[in-house]
């Protein structure tokens, strides 16, 4: 017997070539992964301390936890919403609630812990639609959670009284006596909550992909009808997920109430739901920590750009429409690609013409940025003049020389960039053939 596993194991042993740090029935690995995650959420508002680093970084956090939940659904379990904006709306609206009932000695409950309320109630409202939304699949699916989050919507300005009208529900997170003098006053707090929740949800959540519901749903996003075959109900599974991810949409609710110390119709709306969808994508739906990145970088864009410039909008929608044309596996796909090229010793190969592809497009993005820039403050701002601010210069935006410069940097930038996009695919496609011959020596042509 020990021969036999002996003689097994040497047969195998020449076809592994990425070994794994391993010690059962420990993956050091992905232990090391998680603590450097954590060490990160610690370590970061001592690098950025300012108070709007501080305000970015809570909004990621929230962020991160509202897209990992959608994904569950989306990436996992191949299911489009519209409105899972709703979810977290509603978790939102409870928690509030229950922050200002703790406030008036109605009810006692931890600040901390009323993200809590929010996933509950999120998982609540899972199980009364999911039930409805998840008697249709694919297109119907999608349709019924477009109605379902305008009917919420609606129903928020109908009902003033727990919804708060236009104005929405506010609160004062600072309630109760403190605990080891944390009050969630300073918005340093409220940072240092939101990445517990965030981490806690983020280990949760990739445990649930490894349960055996997890796998299953990922069986019913891939054949529905084999699934149904072995015996699983394609419909209740993709009913448990979607009260699963809606737990999770809560807590992120919750975390936003705490946050912003309001909640208003917004969060509700479908704005809210393409948001996150939008998210989900440009991160990678099909990787478990494609949706953190894409959480980073739509926040980046709407927070932190938006600071800066009017157009953040049509910057987003711009990044979005070129991911889903060139990058449809998202940012994640990419840096999935360039791993296994440098896992090779491949990817000096691709130094030079990064570096050239960079440098066209930095010429190119500058020449659009400042057509755009330029068409703003003629249209949107034309209240302020035609002066604008512009890569650290004053610019006339009614100068034609202006206009001139501008369409020129686009048209060198444009042949640039076609010229080193040629070049970095025929570099791009050697590589790829050099792995493939690597990977099976014995291949022939």
Known sequence: MGSGASGHRSAIAPAIRVPRVRFEPIDLGRWAIWSAT?????????????????????????????????????GQGGMLSFG???????????????????????LWLPVSLIPLVGGVFGAVFGVLFGYVTTKKAGTPFAMITLGIGELVFAASLMFPGF????????????????????TFGPAIEVYYLIAIWCFASMAAMYAFSHTPLGRISNAVRDNPERAEFIGYSAQHVRFLVIVASAFFCGIAGGLSAINFEIVSAENVSTARSGGVLVAAFIGGAGFFFGPILGAVIFIFFAVALSDYTSA?????????VLMVMYAPGGV??????????????LLGRLAGPYGALALAT???????IALVEMSYQLTLNFASGSQLRLFGMDVDASSWQAWAIAAALVAAGGLAFEAARRRFARTWDAVQALIEAKSHPGATT
């Open 332 to 345: 994640a796909s990419l840096i999935a690609m360039n791993l296994r090229v440098m896992r090779h010793g």
């Open 38 to 74: 954590a060490l990160l959420f610690a370590v970061l508002p001592l690098v950025f301390h300012k108070g709007f680093a501080i305000t970015l970084l809570s909004q990621m956090g929230v962020m991160i936890v509202f897209a990992l939940a959608y994904n569950m659904i989306f």
């Open 362 to 368: 930095g010429v190119l993005l500058a020449g659009v």
């Open 163 to 182: 919804f708060g009208g236009e104005g929405g529900v506010s609160t004062n997170r600072v309630v109760g006596e403190p605990f080891l003098g944390i």
């Open 312 to 320: 953040w909008q049509f910057y987003l929608g711009a990044f979005f």
């Open 84 to 106: 899972h904006a709703v979810y977290s709306g509603l978790g939102a609206f409870f928690a509030i609630h229950a922050l200002n009932w703790v406030g008036e000695g109605r």
